[in-house]
């Protein structure tokens, strides 16, 4: 047979075996419910070969099993157990969260606003922190903004199918003029969640810089943020419930965000919040003090009449 021939059968018979195994591999796949490692076929996106996998490992089985048979100090000691994990997961996400805390200080040093946007526990932890920004580091309302997908009555009882909407969170947005002054970052636990990326989307298409927080590598709300942060703290002790450690690894990312970005935009002086709002004795009693150890020379009662007369620690030490 001549040589070329000889390279040609060669070729069709490795080609044939290749076509034969990526069959076999597909057919096992489907059995097992489970994409081909060839290709993924995204719901947002098509990966190839050479694009990590998206694995939902926010809804993989817990490691533990027969929850209901444990003893409660059993229970609490795993629970315990599995929260360790989250600062390590946190900790491996620090060049990501750097990354978009430098471009909303940026923004907002320039008069922009920071959105969080969410639905379910992901959104009530986003409204939670914006909620706090005010008392705490004495911004205005509306600096930081909070939307949950389903409005304010989500905040206390689950709204069903509000998550699912491809055009609510968007319009939510639009209700506060949001523009490409601002930042907007999406927080979604599973990655998956359509009123977060249908969202983020719009707001990419409008040139508003996009961040995300999810607890999944290469979601699709990864792929639709320009600054995603995804912190894998694995499977939860109950499996699917994401209010757990997922939980836990947002509210620390967002802790993270407002504070650094508040210390950014000047409201902490030293390690103290003097532009926190007077909103109950207990901050008016802790301005007094922090007045008193500042000005080195004022006693309590006219620390506080200073403190009451100008608002906050710094427009009094201003005034003297």
């Avoid at 620090?94 to 959105?115: H, N, Y």
């Avoid at 599973?190 to 979601?219: D, F, M, Q, W």
Wanted: aromatic fraction near 6%; include cysteine.
């Amino acid at each position: 047979m001549p040589h070329n021939l000889l390279v040609i059968a060669f070729f069709s018979g490795l080609l044939r075996n290749y076509l034969l195994l990526v069959c076999k591999i597909a057919s096992y796949c489907a059995v097992k419910g489970q994409a081909a490692p060839f290709i993924y076929l995204a719901k947002y996106k098509t990966v190839s070969m050479h694009t990590p996998e998206f694995v939902r490992v926010t809804e993989a089985p817990s490691k533990y099993n027969h929850l209901e048979k444990m003893s409660i100090g059993e229970i609490i000691g795993h629970i315990n157990n599995e929260d360790k994990l989250v600062p390590m997961a946190v900790e491996k996400a620090l060049p990501q969260i750097e990354k978009l805390v430098e471009i909303i200080a940026d923004k907002m040093l320039s008069g922009g606003r920071l959105f969080y946007i969410g639905a379910g526990t992901s959104g009530r932890l986003g409204v939670v922190d914006a909620s706090e920004c005010p008392p705490t580091y004495g911004v205005p309302h509306g600096l930081v903004v909070g939307l949950i997908a389903g409005g304010e009555d989500a905040m206390f009882k689950a709204v069903e199918f509000a998550e699912d909407s491809r055009e609510e969170g968007w319009k939510d947005l639009e209700k506060h003029g949001v523009s490409s002054a601002d930042v907007v970052v999406g927080i979604a636990a599973s990655g998956t969640t359509p009123y977060v990326i249908e969202a983020l989307n719009e707001c990419k298409s409008r040139g508003i810089v996009t961040g995300s927080i999810s607890c999944n590598a290469h979601s699709p709300v990864s792929l639709a943020a320009q600054y995603p942060i995804e912190v894998v703290v694995g499977p939860e002790f109950v499996t699917g419930s994401t209010r757990m450690k997922s939980g836990t690894a947002q509210k620390l990312v967002l802790n993270m965000i407002s504070t650094t970005v508040m210390i950014q935009l000047g409201r902490v002086e030293g390690n103290r919040m003097v532009n926190m709002q007077l909103s109950n004795e207990k901050l008016v009693d802790r301005g007094v003090k922090m007045l008193m150890e500042k000005s080195g020379e004022l006693d309590y009662e006219l620390a506080k009449n200073l403190l009451l007369k100008y608002g906050s620690v710094k427009m009094a030490m201003e005034a003297r």
